[in-house]
């Protein structure tokens, strides 16, 4: 049980990082904390996320944020479930 709310509070301050990063428009920041909590989860538990959109040049890399804003929509979902499952698995483990 030490160990989910161990998990727990680093879970918090990513999601809270990613929050404060979609509400500002950087995009970046968002895949980086979804990457990042993806990697606190043990590797059988973490999800297979789509890949990143890269851009073909500067100016559209700059322009356009609908691609990276549908990847930080599909890949939190992915997330979010995968750190669901985890904790379930855990609390079977204990029997709760």
């Known amino acids: 049980m030490a160990l989910i709310e ?9 999601r809270s990082g990613l929050v404060y ?4 428009g950087d995009y970046g920041a968002a895949i980086l904390f ?8 043990p590797p059988n538990f973490r999800p297979a996320l789509p890949p990143i959109p890269t851009p ?7 322009q356009d ?25 855990n609390l079977a483990r204990m029997n709760m």
């Open 21 to 24: 990063a979609v509400q500002y």
């Open 56 to 62: 073909k040049d500067l100016s559209s890399d700059l």
């Open 65 to 89: 944020k609908n691609s990276k804003w549908d990847w930080c929509q599909r890949a939190n979902y992915l997330m979010e479930e995968a750190i669901s499952k985890w904790i379930y698995s």
């Open 6 to 14: 161990i998990m727990s509070s680093a879970f918090t301050q990513y």
């Open 34 to 41: 979804i990457k990042a909590m993806s990697a606190i989860l």
